[in-house]
């Protein structure tokens, strides 16, 4: 046996072992081109590829160019324009900068170089093959760069034979598409595989519908902007509603000064945004754009430059945290019920046009709809809530239609007699048990001097119905009552134990071995929540106190509840997570259920809490509490928005053609 | 029919009926009010076909005897809306014509054959007790009641009699209130019974509307139902018939506790009093109100961390030791209301121990503690 000796290793097997690092797969290619295409200014990108970039990868670009005796550097090792000095390394404003992905990219593949710059007569052509380049020559072609890449991995067929299938590659590339074209929606790309084109996306000032183009216009659609400007840095971004959830992280798109990043501390503080908003392991929709001066940053951490880090790693979590969780907490985040679309609109761009438009529509216009929509809400057939199931469907829309357009010819008022806010739901400081919501029925001044009558309705006795701003809320009384329950719940466990009332007789449950274990074991977390369990015997335990401010709920089905959970859990619970599961079964277990008719001063208490508590939009359990038909959307059904600010649509609804 | 019928009367009849009408049945006979007319009265019938109930309305000028169902909202609404001393009623197998001067009716009903019977007062086996016993009766025990329970049994009344003793009980799983009484002639045999909340609201308010004639109640327990007869009154004759709860009562005797060693008496209507500003500064979050009883003083405290503290205090007889014992102030308020006597007794033994009110032997009222922290 002998050793083999010590000996310097030749450039293309050096640059090959770096290709391990950086081009793992067709896509890591077409991260480093559209990078590169990027730093060098293009406004217009074309990215082609075939046999999912196993035969070509093509960037093709409208950028500065390489000046001619350059060219033949690109392609060297750590050769870059990118970087001058150990200075620059302490500010990169570029994504690349290493100097390494085209050498690495040559070494491992056949590259071909058409580049020109502005003021060139004509472009220069280098080739690489098998390592070695050709000395360039001069060509024709455009200004900016060409890359392609063909045959990757020729020269190294091990790493050809881990590559998966044509589908999952070219999903890889089509996200590192998405990823350039998110944080730059100002360029123009193109892609296209195997000659057919796969998005044509024109330069845009929105990043809502370039995430309509990868993801689909509802998803887009259903974002909500958060924004923060903070000494360490701006954040932008538009994250999901909770109802608009995943199974997994794959859709958190974090952007740090336009480069796409996994930071596990950012994306963390996300998911703890999200805390209590979605339902067990469930992931947020997000799309968060960071910028923080260059120095604060240090991206040569890794080849990929996929993970960074960061100098106010704590301030800035901090800041993401606040920023999506007010926005989640705050009034206002509700879903929008998703009306069929009208024949010929739907499209993402449509839809955020109209959005845009219905600021601008003409307020008499508003007004006369908001008028209508208070005479239908004290309609008799509406007042009526018990007909409501069987009347409510030729009310709503023989009684809205109506109203709305006798006021329509009558023309109306400049300003509206009845502008229905939702605080019209007076605060009435905190009554959230059930047998409560009726006892304190409002006296009053607040509903008296603009609506005598029920505000909101119930329906089905399972969803209340009322006006807002801006159109038709409606509210699953169960999940509203759960949440605010739950809230209440997790706001008093914070000061300290729940209260808890004594049982006379103590509750018993009959329970298995392992569920025995669970009580013991939690036993504390238990008493916390004002539930106190002893064992009565080898397989039973009373329920001794729950907590008073629970007084109709279920003691045996909130401990089933949580023993089941316990034994569902995968990882042994943090204390927290154990004390919000608690929270969860017994406002679940308490809340009025669906079915349960509810009466007027009832409706009324649990839409206030609604707006009182600013709570988030769902329910523990993740489901919504509340959609909104907005009011466009009603016009859209209607046929009221295509002459939509104009007065002479008045008229025109009569006769419409 | 057709009949001249007082207008306060039948309006007072139509309201109680109209209580028991099911709000939203699929069958729409059930959201009527039946009404036979014979001789010179008019009975209203109503049910649920859990509970029922027969109101004899005299004073009623009866031209044509017969039958009529009639919406019993709409029929209230009516009458309500009318001020003549008088109205004219007439029905048919459709319909049912109001007239008053100047006002015309036409409510369209349904065939009154559709409606269910509703059982009568039968000839034998009542026990009998005095109207203004019976009410107090079901008015110390009612408000204990579950407000809604999964456990059935619970959303109701217990009615124990035995010889002349008459024994109600009520609990919600926090207190029990018990309430003894006498019967004026009892049962044959021992009776026991689960009389729904819903049938002793009725009862009791039949009972209020006549239990200042000094009049006797009659009483008849069967093993799935119970019928309580109230005596004329301004009214006429009232039958309340309900269905029995099909369940079994806690055993309620193991709930009352007989060790409690320290007893302390007081006003009734000092305590309500106090309960009730000390209850000012609680809420839902933290309902709990703090009795501290020391020598010749009661301390109540509340305090809600968001909202403020509550110190009243009054003075009580009790030589005890010290001690500190939480409440829901509303159970203490709700078992003081239903107090007659000027003086209760409070007994107890510790902090987390239950409470006992009590008024002579008559009513005992068991309370369970709350954690006040």
Redesign the interface.
């Known amino acids: 046996m002998t050793t083999a000796a010590i000996h310097i290793l030749p450039e293309q097997l050096v640059n090959q072992i770096a290709a391990g690092e950086v081009v793992e797969r067709p896509a890591s290619v077409v991260k480093e081109l559209l990078e590169n295409a990027i730093d060098a200014q293009a406004s217009r990108i074309v990215l082609e590829v075939e046999e999912a970039g196993k035969k070509l990868i093509r960037v093709s670009d409208d950028g500065a160019g390489i000046p001619a005796d350059q060219a033949p550097l690109a392609l060297a090792s750590h050769a870059t324009s990118k970087i001058g000095s150990r200075d620059d390394l302490e500010g990169i404003t570029s994504l690349g900068f290493r100097g390494e992905a085209l050498a690495s990219i040559a070494s491992v593949a056949d590259v071909r170089l058409l580049t020109r710059t502005a003021d060139a007569l004509e472009a220069t052509e280098v080739t690489v093959s098998g390592g070695r380049a050709d000395a360039p020559r001069p060509a024709s072609g455009p200004v900016g760069t060409t890359v392609e890449v063909r045959n990757l991995f020729r020269y190294v067929p091990v790493r050809r034979k881990f590559l998966k299938t044509d589908a999952t590659e070219m999903g890889h590339i089509t996200d590192q598409a998405a990823r350039i074209a998110l944080a730059y929606p100002a360029v123009h790309l193109t892609v296209t595989h195997n000659g057919r084109s796969v998005y044509q996306l024109p330069p845009s000032e929105s990043v809502r519908e370039r995430v309509g183009a990868f993801f689909g216009g509802d998803l887009a659609a259903s974002l909500i902007e958060v924004t923060s400007e903070e000494p360490g840095g701006r954040l932008w971004g538009l994250v999901g509603p909770p109802h608009v959830d995943r199974a997994t992280s794959v859709m958190q798109y974090l952007f740090i000064n336009g480069r796409y990043v996994r930071d596990r501390g950012l994306l963390h503080a996300l998911r703890e945004a999200y805390r209590g908003l979605l339902e067990g392991r469930r992931q947020p929709v997000a799309f968060l754009f960071l910028t923080i001066p260059p120095e604060r940053v240090d991206v040569n951490v890794h080849p990929t430059k996929i993970e960074v880090r960061l100098r106010d790693a704590h301030l800035l979590y901090g800041q993401v945290l606040a920023t999506v969780r007010e926005r989640l907490l705050g009034p206002g985040l509700t879903p929008s019920l998703p009306a069929p679309a009208a024949a010929g609109a739907g499209e993402p761009a449509a839809r955020t046009a109209a959005e845009a438009e219905s600021a601008e529509a003409a307020s008499d216009r508003d007004e006369r709809v908001r008028r209508a929509m208070a005479d239908f809400l004290h309609s008799p057939a509406a007042a009526n809530q018990r007909r409501l199931p069987l009347a409510g469907k030729t009310a709503l829309q023989g009684g809205f239609a109506r109203k709305a357009d006798s006021d329509a010819h009558r023309g109306a008022p400049a300003t509206s007699p009845v502008r229905v806010q939702p605080a019209r739901w007076a605060l009435r400081p905190g009554t959230s048990d059930r047998s409560r919501l009726g006892e304190t029925a409002p006296h009053g001044e607040a509903f008296d001097e603009a609506a005598p009558g029920s505000r909101a309705i119930q329906i089905h006795n399972t969803y209340l119905v009322a006006e807002t701003e801006d159109g038709i809320l409606i509210v699953d009384q169960h999940a509203l009552h759960e949440r605010v329950l739950f809230e209440e719940i997790m706001k008093r466990l914070e000061a300290g134990p729940l209260q808890s009332q004594r049982l006379l007789m103590p509750v018993t449950v009959a329970l298995s071995d392992r569920e025995m274990a669970a009580v013991e074991a939690y036993r504390e977390s238990l008493g916390r929540l004002g539930l106190e369990v002893e064992p009565l015997g080898p397989r039973d335990v009373g329920i001794q106190a729950f907590p008073s401010l629970l007084e109709r709920g279920d003691p045996e089905g909130t401990l089933r509840d949580f023993l089941a959970w316990v034994q569902a859990v995968d990882s042994p619970p943090t204390p927290r997570q154990v004390l919000e599961e608690l929270a969860h079964v017994a406002a679940c277990h308490a809340a009025v259920k669906a079915g349960d008719p509810l009466k007027t001063e009832e409706i009324e208490a649990l839409l206030a809490h609604r707006e009182a508590a600013h709570m988030a939009a769902t329910c523990p359990h993740g489901r919504p509490t509340a959609l909104i038909l907005r009011k466009t959307d009603l016009e859209k059904q209607f046929g009221r928005d295509y002459a939509a600010g104009s007065k002479a649509a008045a008229t025109d609804e009569i006769l419409p053609y | 029919m057709k009949a001249v019928c007082d207008r306060a009367t039948l309006t007072s009849g139509v309201q109680v009926a109209s209580a028991v009408v099911a ?2 049945s699929p069958k729409p006979a059930l959201g009527c009010i039946k009404m036979v007319a014979e001789k010179d009265f008019i009975t209203l019938l109503a049910t649920d076909l859990e509970v029922g109930i027969r109101i004899e309305l005299d004073k009623m000028e009866v031209q044509e005897p017969g039958l009529g169902l009639v919406p019993a909202d709409r029929f209230h609404a009516i009458l309500r809306e009318l001020d003549e001393d008088t109205i004219e009623l007439s029905s048919t197998e459709q319909e049912t014509t109001i007239e008053a001067p100047g006002s015309h009716f036409t409510i369209l009903g349904d065939n009154p054959e559709d409606f269910p019977p509703v059982p009568d007062f039968p000839e034998t086996g009542a026990f009998s007790v005095a109207a203004d016993d019976l009410l107090a009766l079901a008015e110390r025990t009612l408000f204990a009641t579950a ?2 329970n ?1 456990r059935y049994a619970l959303n109701g009344v217990l009615w124990e009699v035995e010889g002349k003793d008459v024994t109600l009980v009520a ?1 919600d ?4 209130s018990l309430a003894k009484g006498k019967c004026k002639d009892g049962p044959q045999e021992k009776v026991t019974a689960i009389v729904p909340s819903k049938a002793m609201q009725l009862i009791v308010r039949c009972l209020t509307d006549t239990a200042e004639a000094k009049s006797t109640a009659r009483v008849v327990i069967s093993e799935k139902d119970i019928l309580v007869e109230v005596p004329p009154a301004d009214g006429g004759r009232r039958v309340v018939y309900s269905r029995l709860v099909d369940g079994h009562f ?1 055993k309620y005797e ?2 009352i506790p007989k060790d409690l060693d320290k007893k302390a008496t007081m006003g009734t209507s000092a305590l309500l009093a106090a309960v009730r500003k000390a209850a000012l500064l609680t ?6 109100v703090m009795l501290k009883f020391s020598g010749g003083e009661l301390v109540i405290t509340s305090r809600t ?1 968001e909202m403020g503290e509550a110190e009243i205090r009054m003075p009580i007889a009790y030589d005890g030791e010290d001690l500190e014992i939480g409440f ?1 102030p509303q159970y203490l308020m709700d078992a003081a209301k239903v107090i007659d006597a000027e003086e209760l007794a409070f007994m107890f033994k510790g902090p ?1 121990k ?1 409470g006992v009110i009590l008024e002579g032997k008559t009513f005992t009222h ?1 309370v ?6």
């Open positions: 709000p939203r407000k809604e999964t609990t799983g926090r207190r029990l806690p193991d709930v809420n839902e979050e933290s309902r709990g961390p829901n987390s239950p068991v369970m503690p709350v954690s006040v922290v």
